[in-house]
C-alpha cells in the first residue's frame, strides 16, 4: 500500500469529530514542510494532553499564573 493509500484509510476511518483537527494538521504540514515535522513520541504526548483535558486535569492559565506568582 502507497503511503497515499494509507493516508486515504486513515483519513476513511477517521471519527468524523476529528475531520477538523486532521484537516488544520494536513494544512499546517504543506505549509510548515518536513522541518516542522513533529516526532511519533511528541505526536503522543499532543495526544495524551487531549486526553487529560477531556478526563478534566487541567486548569486555567489564571490558575497556573496564581500558582507560579505570575
Known amino acids: 500500500m502507497s503511503g497515499k493509500e494509507a493516508l486515504h484509510r486513515l483519513v476513511d476511518d477517521l471519527p468524523e ?3 477538523e483537527e486532521a484537516r488544520l494538521l494536513l494544512e ?4 510548515n514542510g518536513a522541518e516542522e515535522i513533529l516526532t511519533p ?3 503522543a504526548e499532543i495526544e495524551e494532553g487531549r486526553r487529560a483535558i477531556d478526563r478534566g486535569e ?3 492559565l ?3 499564573k ?3 506568582g505570575l
Open 58 to 60: 487541567h486548569i486555567t
Open 62 to 64: 489564571e490558575e497556573l
Open 41 to 43: 513520541g511528541e505526536l
Open 17 to 19: 469529530d476529528r475531520w
Open 28 to 31: 499546517d504540514l504543506g505549509r
Open 66 to 68: 496564581r500558582k507560579h
